[in-house]
């Protein structure tokens, strides 16, 4: 049984979808439609119900996905008993939304290349609807979002969550502390509307019996702290994000009584029996994040951990 014909029909079932299976597999429809055929051949049945234009197995087909993905993963455990499954020489589509692209995303990128040099990336920077989604198709591997994706073959893990902060001109907001109907009376710039920062801001004044006065919706963090850098109003952006952006020396985190919630972070990714390039990826990423997240909870807990002199 030639098991690129078996690849081919786990990518049609897991994507439902010859189109989105012949492009995970850089294949024409009309090679992936030979693959099925000749597998069905073989099989002696068949595998997709062609009768409508709805994407659907048949009995055998469904019996025989349980079937495909045992024998890949089977043939991905051989390889690695034999050594040739070592490197990961593999194309890889990452996605991310722009948060994590100004966090760390580059940094652990940079990491991942060095670990394993011939792998080759392909880095999509979305909104967390259009990453889920795509995650979901099948278009994307791998995506970082403020959300879950759910779907069938895919899983997610979450990682720790980015703490948010209100960021202001040192020029223009000179006081130690705000109060939040002091910052609801700026003009406010957040991500765009319905978002998880977005709604997190509205929720935080109306836990408060606030209202703001002028809340901006922009989808780009760039956008969002030139117009801070230049004076107008308040952005709620992630701490790590602002703290990488060093051609900006005007900005400044501004103290606030009230906190603003922290940005979840999920890592999606879709199974593949064929190679387990996406779960060494993602384990990078999450050590990588976890080691950054450890390190900054110690800077922030070491002036408190001072020696006291003795009297």
Known sequence: ????????????????????????????????????AALEEELGVLLLD??????????????????????????????????????LAVSLRIGAIESVL???????????????????????????????EQVQRGTQDIVFAALPAAADGVRSRSLPPMEMVFIGNDQLHRKRRYALDELGALEL???????????????????????????????????????????????????KAVRRMRNYPFLRPLTCTSKLQPLPIHA????????????????????????EFAARKSAVRAPSQRAVPRS
């Open 1 to 36: 049984m030639n098991l690129r014909f078996v690849e081919a029909f786990y990518w049609v079932a897991s994507l439902k979808s010859v189109t989105r299976a012949a492009d995970k597999l850089f294949l024409t429809q009309s090679a992936m439609s030979s693959r099925i």
């Open 102 to 132: 100004h966090s760390w995303l580059i940094p652990w990128i940079e990491k991942l290349r060095a670990d394993h040099p011939s792998l080759a990336l392909e880095l999509t920077v979305e909104t967390t609807p259009i990453l889920v």
């Open 189 to 239: 710039l957040t991500f765009q509307r319905g978002s998880h920062p977005h709604v997190a801001l509205l929720d935080l004044f109306r836990s408060e019996g606030l209202e703001p006065g002028r809340v901006h919706t922009i989808s780009s963090i760039s956008a969002m702290v030139q117009l801070v850098q230049g004076g107008f109003g308040v952005a709620t952006l992630p701490l």
């Open 50 to 87: 062609r009768r409508d234009k709805q994407f659907r197995l048949t009995i055998a087909g469904a019996r025989f996905f349980t079937y495909a993905q045992r024998l890949l993963e089977l043939q991905r455990e051989v390889k690695a008993e034999m050594g040739s499954g070592a490197a």
């Open 268 to 291: 999606s990714y879709r199974t593949d029996p064929t190679n387990d390039a996406v779960e060494t990826v993602l384990k990078s990423a999450l050590t990588f994040v976890e080691l």
